[in-house]
T-cell receptor, first 113, second 108 residues
Framework: EPEVTQTPSHQVTQMGQEVILRCVPI?????FYWYRQILGQKVEFLVS????????KSEIFDDQFSVERPDGSNFTLKIRSTKLEDSAMYFC???????????FGSGTQLSVL | GENVEQHPSTLSVQEGDSAVIKCTYS??????FPWYKQELGKRPQLIIDIRSNVGEKKDQRIAVTLNKTAKHFSLHITETQPEDSAVYFCAASEKLVFGKGTKLTVNP
């Protein structure tokens, strides 16, 4: 299973602050995804990203969320103004091609106080 | 959109017994069905997957079956071991719509 690195592993922030979560790229991986998992609940799809643009997003992914991958660097998830209910584990996932297996990163535990 | 239901939510078996977890999906266009194992505090790990062009797939003690007509798929674990204890999630479609998970406990 390929290593998918995310930074930071833990993030504590105050409500209303902006946070940026990062997923370290592998050069031949073209498809990127963000998921979140509230403690004790299922994994929820947020957004998929291919060819430098969003290919699909869920209802959770509202205007407070954005993703980007500038110039082949880290794939990032930004939450502009965090809310208490944004507290969750956020997983990045990626694959090389469309019909390949999807592997998850180690996750970022976000705590909004 | 796709909706995935998973049952049971908890499952307790004795070591050596078999465990079966079942999922149903709603979108007939979905053609990819993976299963993930998640240990406490860790990432989901892919354990087996199946595409809609096959009805069954096996990997050692783990097997998955798919019934496209009925829109359900199942995970079968034989000869369970204590280290199989975890939460198991089914998912459907390429973007992965997950079920709510099954907490499997294997008692020694």
């Amino acid at each position: 299973e390929p290593e998918v690195t995310q930074t930071p592993s833990h993030q504590v922030t105050q409500m209303g602050q902006e946070v940026i979560l990062r997923c370290v790229p592998i050069s031949n991986h073209l498809y990127f995804y963000w998921y979140r998992q509230i403690l004790g609940q299922k994994v929820e799809f947020l957004v998929s990203f291919y060819n430098n643009e969003i290919s699909e997003k869920s209802e959770i992914f509202d205007d407070q969320f954005s993703v980007e991958r500038p110039d082949g660097s880290n794939f990032t998830l930004k939450i502009r103004s965090t809310k208490l209910e944004d507290s969750a584990m956020y997983f990045c996932a990626r694959k090389r091609q469309a019909n390949e297996k999807l592997f998850f990163g180690s996750g970022t535990q976000l705590s909004v106080l | 959109g796709e909706n995935v239901e998973q049952h049971p939510s908890t499952l307790s078996v004795q070591e050596g017994d078999s465990a079966v977890i079942k999922c149903t999906y709603s979108d007939s266009a979905s053609n990819y069905f993976p299963w993930y194992k998640q240990e406490l505090g860790k990432r989901p790990q892919l354990i087996i997957d199946i595409r809609s062009n096959v009805g069954e797939k096996k990997d050692q003690r783990i097997a998955v079956t798919l019934n496209k007509t009925a829109k359900h798929f199942s995970l079968h674990i034989t000869e369970t071991q204590p280290e199989d204890s975890a939460v198991y999630f089914c998912a459907a479609s390429e973007k992965l719509v997950f079920g709510k998970g099954t907490k499997l406990t294997v008692n020694p």
